[in-house]
């Protein structure tokens, strides 16, 4: 009997603290740096999505252009769900694959070919695959878009040293200083590129 009773209790107690115990969110905790940080930010993040795990994109120079004196309704940024996932899996498809010609059916599968931040990718891609007339095409589709999208405006001056053209490599850094100054990572990149050798193959 002494034994029974001791089990009850022992059993009792064991439930109470099960049911007292504090419950404990799946995936909580840690995780710190989810974003990627500063300029490295894919454009699209969308703040409605903050409650769900966030891709990590590779911190360089650039990803996300610097602008002042936006408009309320410039073409830079987006509020579509879907676009912006299906941007951010070709951006992942460029900048972690390496994949220039998947990456460019992608961004054009998403059917916002003269958004400027896909047709600087596409021009980039197209770059980065040695096609510089449909590069220049892109680049130049881009900034039709958005005359102050610097990260156009670096991206195809980085396209003007390739090709020999340092003085349009130039007026292009001196474009960048005027839409958001000498400070910005956009300006830094292509001013440092200019100070390297011609014939230099850059990363961006």
Not at 91 to 117: C, E, F, M, V, W
Not at 126 to 154: C, F, I, M
Request: aromatic residues 12%.
């Amino acid at each position: 009997m002494f034994t029974t009773t001791i089990r009850f209790v022992t059993l009792g107690m064991l439930a109470a603290g099960l049911l007292g115990a504090p419950a404990f969110a799946a995936g909580g905790g840690g995780g710190g740096g989810g974003g990627g940080g500063g300029g490295s930010m894919d454009p699209f993040a969308s703040s409605s999505s903050q409650s769900q795990p966030q891709p990590v994109y590779p911190k360089r120079t650039g990803t996300k252009a610097t602008q002042k004196g936006k408009k309320p309704n410039n073409q830079s940024s987006i509020d579509d769900p879907a676009f912006a996932a299906g941007y951010r899996v070709a951006y992942d498809t460029i900048y972690q694959r390496n994949d220039y010609a998947t990456a460019i059916s992608q961004l054009k599968s998403l059917g916002h070919d003269d958004h400027p931040n896909v047709a600087n990718l596409i021009g980039y891609s197209y770059r980065k695959l040695g096609d510089y007339e449909q590069s220049q095409v892109w680049y130049e589709r881009a900034l039709k878009a958005d005359p102050n999208h610097v990260l156009t405006w670096q991206y195809y001056g980085l396209w003007q040293l390739e090709r020999g053209n340092r003085e349009q490599a130039l007026y292009h850094l001196s474009r960048i200083a005027a839409i958001c100054g000498t400070d910005c990572e956009e300006y830094r990149s292509l001013a440092a590129a200019l100070d390297k050798p011609t014939g230099t193959a850059f990363a961006y």
